[in-house]
């Protein structure tokens, strides 16, 4: 096993696993919006408010990528949902 860090930062940790044959997985760090929902058991909206409202704080815990016009998009950090699935 082998440890191999390349590339630049654009702000998401993560890992990747790669195969012998070639096949890559990712393992990011952060998750979208529906992905958080999911594990919250509640709708996409109410975790977007979560995120306006202060429950995750922004910057730490979420941040917003605007790579798809206007209305961007949620990435929030998988840790935070997950201690707040606990009631942590």
């Known amino acids: 096993m082998g440890l ?10 993560y890992a990747y696993l790669s195969a012998p044959d070639g096949t890559m997985v990712v393992l990011p760090d952060c998750i979208t919006a529906r992905e958080a929902a999911e594990i919250l058991e509640c709708s996409v909206r109410c ?3 979560m995120c306006d409202r202060g429950v995750f704080v922004e ?3 979420w941040r917003k990528l605007c790579a798809r016009g206007a209305r961007g998009e949620y990435r929030i950090s998988r840790q935070a949902v997950l201690m707040k699935r606990l009631g942590e």
Do not use: A, F, K, T
């Open 47 to 49: 975790v977007q408010d």
């Open 59 to 61: 910057g730490r815990d």
């Open 4 to 13: 191999d860090l390349s590339g630049g930062y654009n702000g998401d940790l």
